[in-house]
């Protein structure tokens, strides 16, 4: 079985500040992760997916994430919010074969001016 | 490239009334799964076909079926609606063939029953 608790569930951030949007797995196998953008009224969008080749995930506008296997923790981080990251953010664990997601319950992101 | 589309973009139905959403896939994907995202229970698998044949399903009652057609595009239909069932359903897309398996999702149709 795996889950995905997200740490927040809101998030309130100044632009030009970090935004850190935290994330725990539990995986009964070699997971494959990912972290979704949605926008208000829109699906989901692909930010960037954790492979195994490399640790530290760099993905569209800016986000990154590290994958720490000894804290079963997939961060995504980006140094520094723009109005337009303003959305609900999802974590999310992959089986091996790639036929069921599992989300975490979303980040939803405030960006102040 | 076109991406994965739904439709109807909203679909009110009333209680008891039976519910057809329909997906098309990014060309070249095979697999196409659906997802219920209701307000507090947040993303949840409902189904995933591929080459035709339905290869799992979320914990969802029977009522909750579906198909894919020779052109990989796919029907969601529910029967006996109820009121529970109003959600944002999603569909997404991917090529098994290729590792690790993103989805791709569509912009989703809003079902109101009332």
């Known amino acids: 079985a795996q889950s995905v608790t997200q740490l927040d569930s809101h998030v309130s951030v100044s632009e030009g500040t970090p935004v850190l949007l935290r994330c725990n797995y539990s995986s009964s196998y070699s997971p494959s992760l990912f972290w979704y953008v949605q926008h208000p009224n829109k699906g989901l969008q692909l930010l960037l997916k954790?492979?195994?080749?490399?640790?530290l995930v760099k993905g569209i506008n800016g986000f990154e994430a590290e994958f720490k296997k000894s804290e079963t923790s997939f961060h995504l981080t980006k140094p520094s919010a723009h109005m337009s990251d303003a959305a609900e953010y999802f974590c999310v664990v992959s089986e091996p074969a790639g036929n069921k997601l599992t989300f975490g319950g979303g980040t939803r992101v405030l960006v102040k001016p | 490239e076109a991406g994965v589309t739904q439709s109807p973009t909203h679909l009110i139905k009333t209680r008891g009334q039976q519910a057809t959403l329909r997906c098309s896939p990014i060309s070249g994907h095979t697999s196409v799964y659906w997802y219920q995202q209701a307000l507090g229970l947040g993303l949840q698998f409902l189904l995933w076909?591929?080459?035709?044949?339905?290869?799992n399903r979320g914990n969802f009652p029977p009522r909750f079926s579906g198909r894919q057609f020779p052109n990989y595009s796919s029907e969601l239909n529910v029967n006996a609606l109820e009121l529970e069932d109003s959600a944002l359903y999603l569909c997404a897309s991917s090529l098994l063939r290729q590792g690790p398996y993103e989805q791709y999702f569509g912009p989703g149709t809003r079902l109101t029953v009332t």
């Open positions: 076909y591929d080459e035709g044949e339905e290869r």
């Open positions: 954790y492979t195994s080749a490399a640790t």
